[in-house]
C-alpha cells in the first residue's frame, strides 16, 4: 500500500467539486454460491472471500477512497446452520490476529459497527484490541459491519436518546435527523457516497438503512470471491461520471 494517501476529498458537503467517491461500502454476497459452484462446503467461500478484502483495501489509498465499509455478518445471518456461523466467527477471529500488524503497518484505522452483545467474548476482545492498536493510524479507515442491522442499529440509537430524554439531558424538541445521526454506530463516520453489492441481488439486506439515503448503487454479478481491484476501480470510475443531485435541481 502507498505512504501517501491521494486524497482528493473535498470539505463536507462539497461533492460537485469532486470526481471520486470518500466512502465505499461493501456487500460482499456470494462466497456460498461460489464455493457450491465448486463442489466444496460454504465455509470454504467464506475464506476465499477473506483473502479478497486486502486487495480491495490496498486499491483504496490510490482511488481517493479514504473510508471503506464491509458488511462481514449481519444481524439476521444467525439464521444459518450452527456450523457456518461458528464457522464464519471462528473466520473473524483468525482474520483480526493474522491481519492486526498489517493493518497497524499499513496505516488502516478498524472500527467495528454492529451490536457485540451476541458476539463470543474471545472475539469481541480481538475487536476491541484492534480498534485501539489502529486507532492512531488515518490512511483508510475500515469499518467491519459485525453483527450489524440497519434496523437494530436505529433501534439501539433510539433507546439511548429515550435515554438522554428521560434522564431530562435531552429535549425532546430539538431531536433531528442529526441529532439521532450521533447515536448510530457510525457517528463518526461520512455518509457512503457509493454503495456496491456483489452476486447479482439487487436489495440492501439491512445494510446501512439510515446512511444509504442518498449513496449511489452498484449492483454487479460477480461474486464476492471474484472480484477484483480491477473492477472496483472500473465502478469507481463509475459513480465519476454519476450526477448527484440530493434533491436539488442541477445548475
Ligand atoms: C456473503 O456470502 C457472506 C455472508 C453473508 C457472511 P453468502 O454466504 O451470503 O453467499 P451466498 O449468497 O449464499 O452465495
Ligand atoms: C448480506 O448478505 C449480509 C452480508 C453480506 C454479510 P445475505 O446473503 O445475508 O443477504 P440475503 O439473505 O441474500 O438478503
Ligand atoms: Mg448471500
Known sequence: MPAVLQEGAP??????????????AIIMDGNGRWA???GKPRLYGHHAGGQRVREIMEACPDLGIKYLTVFAFSTENWKRTQAEVSG???????YITREAQTLVDHGVRVRFIGDRIRLDETLVRLMDELELLTADND?????????????????RATKRLAREVAAGRL???????????RYLDTYVLPDPDLVIRTSG?????????WQSAYSEYEFVDTLWPDFTRA?????????????RRFGAVPT
Open 11 to 24: 470539505v463536507d458537503g462539497a461533492y460537485h467539486e469532486r470526481t471520486g467517491p470518500r466512502h465505499v
Open 36 to 38: 457450491q459452484a465448486r
Open 88 to 94: 464464519l466467527m471462528s473466520l473473524f477471529r483468525r
Open 139 to 155: 490512511l483508510l479507515h475500515l469499518t467491519v459491519a459485525l453483527n450489524y442491522g440497519g434496523r437494530d442499529e436505529v433501534a
Open 171 to 181: 429535549d425532546p424538541e430539538r431531536v433531528d435527523a442529526e441529532t439521532l445521526a
Open 201 to 209: 441481488e439487487a436489495r440492501i439486506s439491512n445494510f446501512l438503512l
Open 231 to 243: 473492477e472496483f476501480s472500473r465502478l469507481v470510475a463509475n459513480f465519476a461520471r454519476r450526477e
